[in-house]
């Protein structure tokens, strides 16, 4: 059920990251570059994105309580943990920036919607996008990711 649940998980990522990047490409070139009104495109986008990223937390839950990679619950104290920059990676580092960069998407997509001009909208989306993107970056463990990939071909 573990190996399911890690693939679905690393299989909806990719699809995360392309909706998140899309969304916050889209909204900074909306903000910076071309001075253009709201589109139903780019709320389509960023409704995308941050309907994307809750269902992968929700994955991500699950396979929170799944995975063995998950030692909290095994009697290994703390600080072992915290030691080990694997396990801290995964026991602490990603889910917290995770639901971070997620109340970031959810934040931004709230106040974006209280704007009353196009700019105004488009640039809050590009803060709050820009700042959650980054917050998923530095936090995906790159080496597992990439080798769930290959274990798939």
């Known amino acids: 059920m573990e190996l399911v649940f890690k693939y679905i998980h690393s299989v909806w990522a990719v699809l995360?990251?392309?909706?998140?990047?899309?969304a916050t490409i889209n909204a900074l070139r909306g903000a910076l570059g071309?001075?253009?009104?709201?589109l139903p495109k780019d709320f389509k986008l960023a409704l995308s994105a941050l309907i994307l990223t809750h269902l992968q937390f929700v994955i991500g839950l699950?396979?929170?309580?799944?995975?063995?990679?998950?030692?909290?619950?095994?009697?290994?104290?703390?600080?072992?943990?915290?030691k080990n920059s694997e396990l801290r990676l995964y026991n602490v580092e990603h889910p917290?920036?995770?639901?971070?960069?997620?109340?970031f998407l959810t934040i931004g997509y709230s106040k974006?919607?209280?704007?009353?001009?196009?700019?105004?909208?488009?640039?809050?989306?590009?803060?709050f996008y820009s700042i959650a993107l980054l917050c998923m970056l530095s936090r995906v463990p790159w080496s597992q990711w990439l080798g769930t990939w290959s274990d798939l071909f």
């Open 96 to 103: 917290t920036v995770m639901l971070i960069a997620i109340a």
């Open 34 to 38: 071309e001075q253009r009104p709201y």
């Open 62 to 82: 699950v396979l929170y309580f799944l995975s063995g990679k998950i030692l909290w619950f095994s009697g290994i104290s703390a600080s072992e943990i915290m």
């Open 112 to 127: 974006h919607k209280k704007k009353r001009t196009s700019q105004q909208k488009l640039k809050t989306l590009a803060i």
């Open 16 to 22: 995360v990251l392309v909706a998140v990047i899309a």
